[in-house]
């Protein structure tokens, strides 16, 4: 059974950091694209960041210079370091996996094939 499990999340001030972990069982995600996605309340889910196999990254507009994602393909885990955080980074966040080559696809959350269950995110101000 494929599973993805978020952990990390949790309350932290404006300007504070947290880092997400994703991990990956039930089957060898290498030839994957990991991505997280978050959800704020009354919001449609958005993109925040994905990787592939081979390192390339993708990353939000809102996010950019403040996030990093990395993976260990070795381990089967994805993890999102957040910096600087902001009030409006508060959602759930989510881990997904698909296969897909490197473009705007990885943006979108259709066609992702393995979604976890999520961990929340609230920053105060």
């Known amino acids: 059974q494929v599973q993805l499990v978020e952990s990390g999340g949790g309350l932290v001030q404006a300007g504070g950091s947290l880092r997400l972990s994703c991990a990956a069982s039930?089957?060898?995600?290498?030839?994957?694209?990991m991505a997280w996605f978050r959800q704020a309340p009354g919001k449609e889910r958005e993109f925040v960041a994905a990787?592939?196999?081979?390192?390339?990254?993708l990353y939000a507009d809102s996010v950019k210079g403040r996030f990093t994602i990395s993976r260990d393909n070795a381990k089967n885990t994805v993890n999102l370091q957040m910096v600087s955080l902001k009030p409006e980074d508060t959602a759930v966040y989510y881990c997904?996996?698909?296969?897909?080559?490197?473009?705007?696809?990885?943006?979108?959350?259709?066609?992702?094939?393995?979604w976890g269950q999520g961990t929340q995110v609230t920053v105060s101000s």
């Open positions: 997904a996996a698909r296969r897909a080559p490197f473009g705007s696809t990885w943006s979108r959350d259709t066609g992702y094939e393995y």
């Open positions: 039930g089957r060898t995600f290498s030839g994957y694209v």
């Open positions: 990787t592939d196999w081979s390192g390339r990254l």
